[in-house]
Nanobody, 119 residues
């Protein structure tokens, strides 16, 4: 019933920008929204999270380049990615920790969107 719909991935040149979006549906309260990424043969790693709509956490590799924000009315989280580097190439997964009206807090994952940074 809970659905996370991701969009915004694609191919971009080094130094370029992309904006990822993730809309969550059928969730009545959200604690944390964020983004993780996973490259082939590697473990999934944190990129950025935002908790209670205000408290942000970024991996050191993206600080100063990426910005996470939310639209609470739309249950949507965004990741603005600037100054992209080839090492940012990965599948980016939307993450939500939240609860349904009658349930307990759980972790939910999007299906992933490919980001490729190459000249």
């Amino acid at each position: 019933q809970v659905q996370l719909v991701e969009s915004g991935g694609g191919l971009v040149q080094p130094g370029g920008s992309l904006r990822l979006s993730c809309a969550a549906s059928n969730i009545f309260r959200i604690n944390t929204m964020g983004w993780y990424r996973q490259a082939p043969g590697k473990e999934r790693e944190l990129v950025a999270t935002i908790t209670s709509g205000t408290s942000t956490n970024y991996d050191d590799s993206v600080k100063g380049r990426f910005t996470i924000d939310t639209d609470t009315a739309k249950n949507t989280v965004y990741l603005q990615m600037n100054s992209l580097k080839p090492e940012d190439t990965s599948v980016y997964y939307c993450y939500v920790r939240g609860r349904t009206y009658s349930g307990t807090y759980r972790d939910y994952w999007g299906q992933g969107t490919q980001v490729t940074v190459s000249s």
